[in-house]
C-alpha cells in the first residue's frame, strides 16, 4: 500500500513542477534581455520630452528672416554646413521645422500641443499612470486651433500682423468662418470656442472662480489705496520742503547777481555750450576742448574762412553758470547740458581725382555756392531744457522713481535727456511711463531709449519747441563728406543727416547695400531722396555713376531729366531718362536685371570679385588681351519713388526682378534706393524687406507701420520734417535729415546740363526677355467676342473701363463682360485694373477707336496718297 500509495502521488508532483519551470523560463528570458516594460517606458518618455525641448527652441526662435530663406534659396545652399545666416537656435532644421509649425500650421499656438507632448514624456518617464493625458492632449490641440483662428480673424480684420499667432490654417479657417458669418458671428464663435477650451481646462465651478476674483481685487484696490494715501502725504511734505529749498536757492542768485552787475559795468554776454565740456572736479564748465595744431580748410576757394569762435573759459562764482548746470549743492540730481558738435569744415569745391575713362571729358563738378547756407546757428535755449528736466523729475518722483543724475544733449530737432536712475530702479517702471511723460511734457511725441547702447543710463528724447533746418551745404562742406568724396575709403557716399550729437552722418551706399525709405505723406521722405541724389552728384564722376529713376507720381524726380547725357542710364529702346508708366518701369527693372547678367560674365572672364577691383585692373592695361567687350562699368544707382504705386499695379511684374537684384547686385555695383509712402506689408512684402538691411524710416501713422519699416516702434513718434531713425543692421540711430530745396536741384541739374556730355549709359533693350508687349501684332482678332466692337464703343462713349457698365449696356452676364474688358485691355483700348477705381480709357473719341481698330494698310494708304 505504501508503494501504490507513493506511485499515485508522484504523477502530480511531477506535472506541477514541470508546470512551474515552464512558467519561469520565459521570465528569464525577459529579464535577459534587459528591455521590460518598465525600461522601455522610461526610453520613451525620455525621447518624448527631448522631441518636446527641441520643438519648443525651434518654435520660440522662430524668425522670418529665416522663412524668407528657406522660401527663395535653393536646398543645396541652405545644406551648407558652412552657413551660420540663419537666426534659429537649431539652425537649418530649427528652422524648417519653425517654419513647418508657425508659418504652416497655427503659429505660436502650437507651443500648447508641444507642453502636451513634454507632459507625456514625463508622465512615462516617472512610470505613472496617464489617466488626464488624453482629455488634456486633445484640449491642447483644440486650444491651439481656435486661438490660432482667433488671432487670423484679427490678423485679417485689423491688419495686426499677426501671421506669426495664426499660422496659414488659422488665418485660413478664420476667414473661411468670416465669409460664412461675416465678420461680427465669425468673432463670437471664435470668441466661445476659445472660452469654452479655458473652462474645459480650468475643471472649477464658475461662479465660486468669479467670487474668489472678486475679491482678490477689492483686497488689492484697498491695499493699494492705503498705499498711495500714505505716499501723497510724505510726497506733500517732501514737496514743500523742496519748493523752501529752491526759493532760498533763487534768492540766493538773485542775490550775487545783483552783486555782479553793481560790480561789473559790463555784463559777460550769455556764451554758447561747448561741444563735449568736460566736468572739473564738482562742478563743471564750459571750456571748448583743445584743437588739432594743423589748420581746418577753408570751406570755399573763393569764400574766406570764417574764423571758429573761441569761448571763454567760465569762473564758477560766475552767475550765468547757474542757468547752465544745475548746483550740486541741493537735493537734485547732477545736470549737465551737451551742445552741438562743431564739424571741422573744407572746400570741397578743390581739385578732385578722375577716372581713366573720364580724362578725356572735361567735367566741372558743381559749385558748393549753388547750396543756400542755413539761416542761422542754433542757439540752446537753457529755459526750455531746465522746465523740461524739472517736469521730468517731478513726474518721475510721482511715481516713487529716483534719478541720480541727468545730461542733456541739444540736437538739432530733439533734445535728449540721458537718465541715471538710482539703484534698485527698473528700466520698464521708466518706459511703461511714455505716455504720462508725454502728456506731462505736453510734446507731439516722446521716445524712450531703454537703456542707450554703450551708456548705462536712460535717454528720453523731447522735441525741441525751435528746431533747426539743417541744409544739405552744412553736410557737404565738412572735411567728412570730402575726405569720404576723395580718399576713396566710400564709393557711394549718401549724406543722411545730423545726429542729436551734432555729428554730419554719412554712410556708403556700396555698403548697405541697398536702402529702403519709407513713411507718411509729408514727413520729408521725398526731400532725403533728392539730398541722396544730390549727394551722389557732388561726390562722383558722370563716368563713374548713372542712375535709372523710376517715378510713378510723375512730379517728384522730373528736375533730373536735363542730366540725361551725364547720370542717366537707360534701355536701348527707351526715349526717357525718368521712367513713369509702371509697365515701362517693370521693362526697365528686367533690364538691369540683364545688365547685372552681363557684368557678372565680364567679371568671371576677368578673374575678379568686385566692381572695384574690375575697374582698377581694366584702368592698369590687364585685360586688353581678353578683348575689346571689357569696358569701364559705372555704379548704377535704380531710384523708385513711388513704389506703393508699381506694387498695386503690377506687384508680380516688380516684385520679382527687385529682390533678384536685391540679392545679387551688390558686387556689379547695381544699388537699389525703393521709397513708399504707404508702408504696409503688401507694399513693402517679406521678399523685398528681406534683401534691405538698411532702411530709413520717417515719421509713421501708426506703430505697426514702424513696425513694418524697422521691425520695431518709434517710427511714428517723430515730429516730421525730415526727422528719420535710420536702421543699418542691428543698430538704429534718429538723425535730422538735411534739406534740399526744388531751386537748387534745379541749379545743380542746369550746371551740369550746360556741359558737354557723353550721352546716357546704354542698358539692354527691354524686350531682352522676350516678353511680347500686349496689344501687339501678337493679339488674335479671331479670338474677340462677337460683342467686342458694340462694347469697344460704349467704354469710349463713356470714357469709363468698367465691367458692370458692360452688363447694363450689352445685357450680358459678369463673366462675358469680364472677359470683355480684358480683351479691350490686350487691344489697348483700356489700362491696367486699379483696385476699385475704374479702368482708364486710352483711345479719346469713336473716331480714333476706328482708327485703331481698322488701320489703312500700306496698299491702301499707296492710293490714297496718290
Known sequence: MSAERRSAVRPPTSV??????????????????????????????????????????????????????????????????????????????????????????????????????????????????????????????????????????????????????????????????????????????????????????????????????????????????????????????????????????????????????????????????????????????????????????????????????????????????????????????????????????????????????????????????????????????????????????????????????????????????????????????????????????????????????????????????????????????????????????????????????????????????HLLVAGATGSGKSVGVNALIVGLLYAKHPADLKFVMVDPKKIELNGYAELLNHFSAMPEDSDDPIITDFMEAAAVLRSCEREMEIRYDLLAEAGVRGIGEYNKKLAAGKLEALGDKHRHLPYIVVIVDELADLMMTSAKEVEAPIARLAQMARAIGIHLVLATQRPSVDVITGLIKANFPSRMAYQTSSKIDSRTIIDGGGAQQLVGNGDLLHMNGSRLTRLQGPFVGVDEVDAIAGFIASQEGAGPYLLPPMDATGDAPKGSAGDSSEDRDDLFEDAAKVIVRSQQGSVSLLQRKLSVGYTRAARLVDQLEDAGIVGPFEGSKARDVLIPDEFALETHLNPAAPGESADVDA
Not at 499656438?109 to 493625458?133: C, H
Not at 562742478?283 to 589748420?295: C, D, G, K
Not at 571758429?308 to 549743492?329: G, H, S, V, Y
Not at 572746400?347 to 578732385?352: H, V
Request: a negative charge.
Open 16 to 513: 506541477s513542477s514541470t508546470r512551474s519551470r515552464s512558467k519561469k523560463r520565459p521570465a528569464k528570458k525577459k529579464a535577459a534581455s534587459g528591455f521590460s516594460t518598465q525600461r522601455k517606458r522610461e526610453i520613451l518618455g525620455i525621447l518624448l520630452i527631448a522631441l518636446a525641448v527641441l520643438a519648443g527652441l525651434a518654435v520660440l526662435t522662430f524668425s522670418a528672416a529665416d522663412d524668407g530663406r528657406l522660401a527663395n534659396e535653393n536646398w543645396d545652399s541652405l545644406m551648407d554646413p558652412g552657413d551660420n545666416r540663419f537666426d534659429n537656435l537649431l539652425g537649418f532644421v530649427g528652422a524648417t521645422l519653425a517654419r513647418a509649425l508657425v508659418s504652416g500650421l497655427v503659429g505660436y499656438p502650437v507651443l500648447l500641443p508641444i507642453a502636451a507632448l513634454l507632459a507625456w514624456g514625463w508622465v512615462l518617464l516617472r512610470q505613472k499612470t496617464p489617466i488626464f493625458l488624453p482629455t488634456l492632449t486633445g484640449l491642447s490641440l483644440a486650444g491651439a486651433l481656435f486661438v490660432a483662428c482667433f488671432f487670423g480673424w484679427f490678423d485679417a480684420q485689423m491688419d495686426a500682423d499677426l501671421a506669426a499667432w495664426s499660422g496659414d490654417l488659422g488665418l485660413g479657417i478664420a476667414g473661411w468662418l468670416t465669409s460664412v458669418l461675416k465678420p461680427v458671428g465669425s468673432f463670437i464663435v471664435l470668441l466661445v470656442s476659445v472660452l469654452v477650451t479655458l473652462l474645459l481646462v480650468w475643471d472649477r465651478d464658475i461662479q465660486t472662480s468669479l467670487d474668489r476674483a472678486e475679491g482678490a481685487v477689492t483686497s488689492l484696490r484697498s491695499g493699494l489705496a492705503e498705499s498711495w494715501a500714505t505716499y501723497r502725504a510724505g510726497a506733500a511734505e517732501r514737496k514743500q520742503l523742496r519748493a523752501s529749498a529752491r526759493e532760498e536757492a533763487r534768492a540766493e542768485r538773485e542775490a550775487r547777481r545783483a552783486d555782479a552787475a553793481s560790480a561789473k559795468p559790463a555784463p559777460k554776454p550769455k556764451p554758447k555750450p561747448a561741444p563735449r565740456p568736460a566736468p572739473a572736479a564738482s562742478v563743471p564748465t564750459r571750456t571748448e576742448p583743445e584743437r588739432p595744431s594743423t589748420p581746418a580748410a577753408a570751406p570755399f576757394a573763393d569764400v574766406p574762412p570764417k574764423p571758429a569762435p573761441t569761448l571763454t573759459p567760465i569762473d564758477a562764482d560766475d552767475p550765468l553758470l547757474d542757468d547752465l548746470i544745475l548746483d550740486e549743492r541741493g537735493d537734485g540730481p547732477a545736470f549737465h547740458v551737451t551742445g552741438p558738435v562743431e564739424e571741422a569744415t573744407a572746400d570741397l569745391d578743390a581739385a578732385r581725382g578722375t577716372t581713366a575713362d573720364a580724362a578725356s571729358l572735361p567735367y566741372v563738378f558743381p559749385s558748393i555756392e549753388l547750396l543756400e547756407e542755413s539761416d542761422s546757428d542754433q542757439e540752446v535755449d537753457f529755459d526750455e531744457i531746465e522746465d523740461n528736466k524739472q517736469v521730468l523729475l517731478d513726474k518721475l518722483e510721482t511715481y516713487n522713481i529716483q534719478i541720480d543724475a541727468i545730461e542733456a544733449v541739444v540736437g538739432p530737432t530733439v533734445t535728449r535727456y540721458e537718465l541715471t536712475p538710482a539703484p534698485g530702479v527698473k528700466i520698464s517702471r521708466i518706459t511703461a511711463l511714455e505716455d504720462d511723460l508725454a502728456m506731462a511734457l505736453a510734446a507731439p511725441g516722446i521716445r524712450i531709449i531703454a537703456p542707450i547702447p554703450g551708456k548705462s543710463s536712460i535717454g528720453v528724447e523731447i522735441p525741441n519747441r525751435t528746431r533747426e533746418m539743417v541744409r544739405l551745404r552744412q553736410l557737404l562742406a565738412t572735411a567728412k563728406f570730402r575726405d569720404a568724396a576723395r580718399s576713396g575709403k566710400m564709393a557711394l557716399p549718401v549724406p543722411i543727416g545730423k545726429t542729436i550729437e551734432g555729428e554730419v552722418f554719412i554712410e556708403d551706399l556700396a555698403k548697405m547695400p
